[in-house]
């Protein structure tokens, strides 16, 4: 597989710097607004100027896709249940749908490995059990990291400012658990969890899937590609690819659950540095995502014990963004004291 990234150019630490001095001349007390302020300076890093223009066009981007691994009983759902998310989504009647709306944001849905999908971005008709077979080949890999990162071009030549990288798809946390286990040299029972709500029977065979899928892994440990193709699937490799192309595009993302946290560590690996440019969301009710998170060293925002992915909680705190970006923008500053001023 032959995929290359541009550079990675690093936010501009003089912007944020600018941002919360910014802030200290503002009508509140010093660091009165704690967390806010340091995401108003991220966006302003992120922008490369003091203060950040107001968020005008932010986007989901959720990737579809189906995963063999829940023919093992590792998940509660199947393709019908990805197909229902989808319909619903399409509907305007899923959970992301609301939260967008409140925020303000628009969604794109890409399907690139759904069961029952087609169009230009589909790679693949769901993805192999993972724990004794590829879940991609090389080719279906290339074209999925591919698709994700024409998501990524079209957003941002479309104008978004901030983008969000979410997925759709039942089984999707078995594969994301063991990339980040390989990622990170950490034992299956650490980073298996709970999912779409699976009860310790299934628990047990989700592990055991981690399991012999890590086996399967141990000749590309190094290779992020072949980690992809090996125990992926085609929405982790569309969101590594998404999420590092956003970074060599200077746009900032917003991380959901666990799926696009283990593709985080993906697309880190194929563009280093990347991390700079992505904000956590929030603490999911699954370990494998606070295992990444501390890889990536992002702190998240909330920890609201969502479980559910599928964009809902980047989607919750995208409405904290734009009012970050506001008060640096709208909020009045203290007068000057002037030069002669005896006040200690």
Not at 26 to 42: C, D, K
Not at 234 to 242: E, N, P, R, T
Not at 289 to 300: F, G, I, N
Request: aromatic share 2%; proline share 6%.
């Amino acid at each position: 597989m032959n995929i290359e990234f541009g550079p990675v150019t690093l936010p501009d630490e003089n912007a944020r710097a600018g941002a919360l001095q910014r802030h200290a001349t503002l009508l509140s007390p010093p660091r009165s607004l704690g967390r806010i302020e340091r995401l108003g300076a991220w966006l302003a890093a992120c922008q490369g100027r003091t203060p950040p223009r107001p968020l005008r066009r932010m986007r989901v981007v959720v990737f579809a896709a189906d995963h063999g691994v829940t023919a093992d009983g590792v998940s509660l759902g199947g393709p019908a249940t990805t197909r229902e998310l989808l319909d619903a989504l399409d509907g305007g009647s899923a959970p992301l749908n609301v939260l967008a709306d409140v925020a303000g944001a628009g969604i794109r849905v890409v399907d690139v490995g759904t069961a029952d999908g087609s169009g230009p971005d589909h790679v693949r008709t769901g993805s192999g059990s993972i724990g004794r077979a590829d879940a991609l080949t090389e080719e279906e890999t290339e074209a999925a990291v591919r698709a994700g990162m024409r998501a990524a071009d079209a957003e941002v030549d479309e104008g978004a400012d901030v983008l969000v990288a979410a997925e759709v798809g039942s089984g999707v946390t078995t594969p994301a658990a063991t990339l980040v286990a390989a990622l990170t040299d950490t034992e299956p029972v650490a980073v298996v969890g709970r999912g779409s709500g699976i009860d310790d029977t299934a628990w047990m065979r989700k592990a055991v899937a981690v399991r012999d899928a890590l086996r399967r892994c141990r000749p590309v440990t190094g290779e992020p590609l072949g980690l992809l193709r090996t125990a992926g699937g085609a929405d982790l490799a569309a969101m590594a690819g998404f999420l590092a192309q956003a970074a060599v595009r200077r746009t900032p993302v917003v991380l959901d659950g666990l799926p696009s946290t283990a593709a985080a560590l993906l697309a880190e690996e194929l563009a280093p540095g990347a991390r700079s440019w992505w904000l956590a969301a929030h603490r999911a009710a699954e370990p494998a995502q606070v295992v990444a998170l501390e890889h990536l060293d992002l702190e998240p925002v909330l920890d609201l014990e969502i479980r559910l992915g599928a964009g809902t909680g980047a989607a919750t705190v995208l409405p904290m963004l734009a009012s970050a970006a506001r008060l640096l923008t709208e909020v009045a500053q203290r007068p000057a004291l002037p030069a002669d001023s005896d006040i200690t």
